[in-house]
């Protein structure tokens, strides 16, 4: 998904957009960390960090893991970017959007494998549970066991395309923005609708009132 969708918002839904980007070679192991580590390290109350991973992703059984440039399969524990990565955003003082487009992707949120886990407290699941209270709510493009899919056609994934069509205003109101539940029901239903039903995307549903359902993450063009 191209960063420049949301650098075309600077001056409509933010008033300033920072980017850091990892092509497929830079997206080494220790690079994803030292990026989760320091690059948001300034982001503050009200502002909102985005963090897209793009890639392949597998269901070990210490859970998900997401497939860095330097991973190797038969060692991810070791080599892989596990869930457990990403854990630093709950430090982050700002609201955090966590959009993993990989296979088996649910699995970030409510892993097959949690039932067998020993310790309550580290299972990955409480993205789901405490997402609205945290500041932080995960798009996963698929399920724990969907494959993500891709077409020449789309020009991205499925997955990518029905965020970047919504973003730029497929998922608009009235008065042209984009919110988070908008946003969270066209990606859902055009994901399905590109897939045939076969990729089901995971993204945890909010009611009632709260920080996130107010968000405005994109405002259309005039």
């Known amino acids: 998904m191209s960063a420049e969708t949301f650098k075309k918002q600077q001056g409509r839904a933010y008033n300033q957009v920072f980017i850091k980007t990892l092509t497929v070679r830079q997206a080494r192991r220790i690079k994803l960390i030292k990026a989760i580590s320091t690059f948001f390290k300034e982001a503050k109350i009200g502002d909102i960090a985005i963090i897209y991973i793009s890639g392949h992703g597998m269901n070990t059984p210490m859970g998900y893991h997401f497939l860095t440039?330097?991973?190797?399969?038969?060692?991810?524990?070791?080599?892989?970017?596990?869930?457990?990565?990403?854990?630093?955003?709950?430090?982050?003082?700002?609201?955090?959007?966590?959009?993993?487009?990989?296979?088996?992707a649910g699995?970030?949120?409510?892993?097959?494998?949690?039932?067998?886990?020993?310790?309550?407290?580290?299972?990955?699941?409480?993205?789901?549970?405490?997402?609205?209270?945290?500041?932080?709510?995960?798009?996963?493009?698929?399920?724990?066991?969907?494959?993500?899919?891709?077409?020449d056609r789309w020009g991205h994934s499925a997955f990518a395309k029905a965020l970047l069509d919504g973003l730029n205003g497929g998922a608009a109101d009235k008065?042209?923005?984009?919110?988070?539940?908008?946003?969270?029901?066209?990606?859902?239903?055009?994901?399905?609708?590109?897939?045939?039903?076969?990729?089901?995307?995971?993204?945890?549903?909010?009611?009632?009132?709260?920080?996130?359902?107010?968000?405005?993450?994109?405002?259309?063009?005039?």
């Open 175 to 222: 008065k042209g923005r984009v919110l988070f539940d908008p946003l969270r029901r066209h990606v859902m239903e055009q994901v399905a609708e590109l897939t045939d039903g076969l990729q089901q995307p995971t993204i945890p549903r909010l009611t009632g009132t709260g920080q996130f359902l107010d968000l405005v993450l994109a405002r259309r063009s005039r």
């Open 69 to 104: 440039y330097d991973a190797e399969p038969d060692f991810l524990q070791a080599s892989g970017a596990s869930w457990q990565i990403f854990n630093p955003i709950y430090n982050l003082k700002a609201h955090v959007f966590l959009l993993v487009d990989t296979c088996r």
């Open 107 to 151: 699995n970030i949120v409510n892993p097959d494998w949690k039932q067998r886990a020993q310790d309550e407290e580290a299972r990955p699941d409480r993205y789901l549970r405490g997402a609205n209270n945290s500041g932080v709510i995960v798009f996963a493009s698929s399920s724990g066991n969907d494959v993500s899919q891709e077409d």
